[in-house]
């Protein structure tokens, strides 16, 4: 079965300064990743995902992950944080296991403060 | 277009007595997956329909059902409540793709607190 580990519980940032969020995933195969962000009384949205090719993928909202198979890696990055990027980020992985999936197993999730 | 809708956004209900919660998927999306977000657990898949058959599930006891209708439509239905019932519920909604796989698009959720 696969799992996500999001190491930072709560991560603060100044306004302007650069991001990067942690995740590690265990899968046996190549997985299926996912950045969701969760405001406050909201469900998640997207991010970004990774399937194949490129291991640098381009988001929404100035975001961008790197994939990087040897160290089980799919960390999220921003080059300038706004004060509206304050919320819960979440790392998942799906799986397709031959003809059926698990859903989508979550990382605990990393709360975003931003210093102004 | 429309995104996911859940109804309620609110429920209060006591332990023992039973709550079915409703979503509407994107218009066009045939998959819709449940989850279940507490402060300790985290986010965890409950179960996914598709063309109104539930084509995964997840490590949950069997008070806890869903089921997909004609127009993708999705209910779920926990019995006999509990304490730790309570929880945010999402529910997710793709085109055709598995849930693990294919890009999903969340409802607010329905909050559930269970006295």
């Known amino acids: 079965a696969q799992s996500v580990t999001q190491p930072d519980i709560h991560i603060t940032v100044s306004e302007g300064a650069s991001l990067e969020l942690r995740c590690n995933y265990s899968y046996g195969a190549t997985p299926y990743l996912f950045w969701y962000v969760q405001s406050p009384g909201q469900g998640l949205q997207l991010l970004l995902k990774y399937f194949s090719g490129d291991t640098l993928v381009q988001g929404i909202k100035g975001f961008e992950a790197e994939f990087k198979r040897s160290q089980s890696s799919f960390n999220l990055r921003k080059p300038s944080v706004h004060w509206s990027d304050a919320a819960e980020y979440f790392c998942a992985v799906g799986a397709d296991s031959g003809g059926g999936a698990d859903g989508l197993t979550f990382g605990k999730g990393t709360h975003l403060i931003i210093q102004p | 277009k429309a995104g996911v809708t859940q109804t309620p956004r609110y429920l209060i209900k006591t332990r023992g007595q039973q709550v079915t919660l409703s979503c509407s998927p994107i218009s066009g999306h045939r998959s819709v997956s449940w989850y279940q977000q507490t402060p300790g657990q985290g986010l965890q898949f409950l179960f996914e329909y598709f063309s109104e058959t539930q084509r995964n599930k997840g490590n949950f006891p069997g008070r806890f059902s869903g089921r997909q209708f004609s127009n993708s439509r999705s209910e779920m239905n926990v019995s006999t409540l509990e304490l730790g019932d309570s929880a945010l519920y999402l529910c997710?909604?793709?085109?055709?793709?598995?849930?693990?796989?294919?890009?999903?698009?969340f409802g607010p959720g329905t909050r559930l607190t269970v006295l």
């Open positions: 997710a909604s793709s085109l055709e793709g598995l849930a693990g796989v294919d890009e999903q698009f």
